[in-house]
């Protein structure tokens, strides 16, 4: 990972998918009889096949919650059909998996009349990424934070349709209800990220809002509460988030 790289090629590799792209291509004996790949529904994305190709493992195995994509490429071209299928509900039933607890709060705006008015034909997907009513988001937080008490809830995730808007929710939480929150969005240095990722993990922030993270392959087992502030048309980010 990073600049982190193996002195010697023989036993087991661990590697992030970008550490491996780059490093591969220099190594020309690099061979290995088993590959073990993660979040396996990227797989056939170009570039993900492509060095899979390249390494060509005597035996793949795909691993993955989510093995739909939205361009409809499918993961048994390069895996095979599942040796094991256990979806979301029996992972619920049987306790691996938290059992949920799902409000949803409606706004009652006309959507369609959004975008027929408006006149550069904004839809409400552009219009959520450019324009925040300061007395609706309050009032969000407000249901948000009342849920929270309700329920007595620890670690909270917020998911948020920008970058602006996630510092913004995370202000008017701080301010608002004194609560220990931070923002983790793509433009904060890594090493920032890592320090509040730690204190999210040991308590020390109580809620973190987000944008274009915990998309997948996160884990707090901490975290009892969830809200999505945007709406994903994404099945799979859905499911796994």
Known sequence: YDNEKPSYMDGII????????????????????????????HAPAYTYRRMIEAI????????????????????TEIFGEPLINYNVYEGMRSGYLSEVDYVMKNDNI??????EKSNKGYTVKQLNKKVFIEQ??????????????KKKRERGI???????HAIMIENLIRVNYDIPIASLTTRIDNKEL???LHYFRKGKLEIV???????????????????FMR???????????
Not at 61 to 75: E, I, K, W
Not at 110 to 115: A, F, P, S
Not at 209 to 227: K, R, S
Request: hydrophobic share 40%.
């Open 136 to 149: 609706r988001d309050e009032e969000i937080c407000h249901l948000i934070m009342k849920e929270w008490k």
């Open 56 to 75: 060509n493992p005597r035996y793949k195995l795909g691993l993955t919650a989510t093995p739909f994509r939205m361009d409809n490429q499918s993961v």
């Open 194 to 196: 890592a320090k509040r």
């Open 110 to 115: 006309d959507v369609d009349w959004i975008g």
């Open 14 to 41: 661990l590697s992030t998918f970008q550490s491996m792209t780059n490093y591969y291509e220099n190594i020309d004996d690099l061979y290995f009889d088993l590959i073990i790949i993660d979040e396996a529904h």
């Open 158 to 164: 917020l998911f948020c349709n920008s970058v602006p």
């Open 209 to 227: 809002t987000v944008f274009d993270m915990f998309n997948e392959g996160i884990d707090v087992p901490d975290v009892d509460f969830i809200v």
């Open 231 to 241: 709406v994903t048309h994404s099945r799979t980010y859905f499911l796994q988030q």
